[in-house]
C-alpha cells in the first residue's frame, strides 16, 4: 500500500498476510474510517493503512499485476 502525491512515491507498506492465490476470484473491499482505511479480503481483515492526506483528496485507486477485474462499486 502506498500514496503519491505531487509526483512522488511515498514509503511502501507492506503486509505478510495476503490471502490471493493465483487463478482465484476475490473480494477486495477498502473502507474510508476516521482516521485510517481498512482493507478487506474476502470478509477477512488484512490491513489498516492511516491517511496520508484528507480521503477527500484521492482521485485513483491503483491495483497492480495480472488481474481481471469485474465489478467496481464505490458507497458512502
Known amino acids: 500500500m ?9 514509503s511502501e507498506v507492506k503486509s505478510d498476510n495476503v490471502p490471493f492465490e493465483d487463478g482465484k476470484s476475490f473480494d ?8 485510517e482505511y481498512q482493507v478487506m479480503v474476502n470478509g477477512q481483515h488484512i490491513y489498516n493503512f492511516a491517511h496520508r492526506f484528507p480521503p477527500a ?20
Open 2 to 10: 502506498n500514496s503519491h502525491e505531487w509526483g512522488v512515491w511515498k
Open 28 to 35: 477486495l473491499r477498502v473502507s474510508v474510517l476516521d482516521n
Open 57 to 76: 483528496s484521492v482521485k485513483m485507486l491503483q491495483v497492480l499485476r495480472d488481474i481481471s477485474l469485474t465489478r467496481a462499486l464505490i458507497s458512502d
